[in-house]
């Protein structure tokens, strides 16, 4: 995940910056077996808070040419790849590069092998089981905040 802000040696918002996302990380360091993916909202803050772009198809295109694969949270990939495709902004080849770096994790996890039905009575019961294990150590810790020295080290 990038950071939020600039890249202060290139005064680029790190969602857009294909030199740290694509060069260095893909390219220098050889991490193509992983995916980027954006914190929440960024991808639309590379035209909101950073001025790059009109709008989400603008941001879109920037970011997923960087190199951000996946935008999580808001939908600025959602809204904004359609028109950015349609505009040439981004090629079909670029998607599914990013898109093939998304699936082969989830694929290596076992997401689409495995059924995610949860049985909410099996829950409970390992619920009620460590329950008891976590009140004590939630009074451990609070009686051991609530005395100064103890805190501080200084006992």
């Known amino acids: 995940m990038p950071s939020h ?21 893909r390219g220098y360091l050889g991490m193509n077996e992983t995916f980027v ?5 960024d991808v639309a803050q590379v035209r909101a808070a950073f001025h790059l772009g009109k709008d989400d198809a603008d941001a879109s295109a920037l ?9 999580l949270c808001v939908s600025s990939y959602k ?5 950015a495709l349609r505009r040439g902004q981004v090629n079909e080849a670029t998607l ?6 998304i699936l ?6 076992g997401l689409f092998e495995r059924s995610w039905h949860v049985d909410s009575a099996t829950v409970a019961a390992k619920l009620d089981t ?7 150590a939630s009074l ?8 100064r020295d103890d805190w501080l080290g200084e006992s």
Not at 37 to 41: F, G, L, R, T, V
Not at 130 to 136: D, G, I, Q, T, V
Request: net charge neutral; hydrophobic share 40%.
């Open 130 to 136: 460590f329950r008891p294990l976590a009140l004590e």
């Open 140 to 147: 451990r810790k609070h009686s051991r905040l609530a005395n």
């Open 79 to 83: 809204e904004g790849l359609p028109e």
């Open 5 to 25: 802000q600039l890249t202060t040696a290139f005064m680029v918002p790190s969602h857009a910056n294909r030199f740290m996302l694509t060069g260095l990380w």
């Open 96 to 101: 599914n590069f990013a898109t093939s770096n």
């Open 63 to 71: 970011a997923l040419n960087a190199g951000v694969d996946q935008d």
């Open 104 to 109: 082969r994790q989830k694929f290596a996890a």
């Open 37 to 41: 993916y954006s914190d929440c909202d």
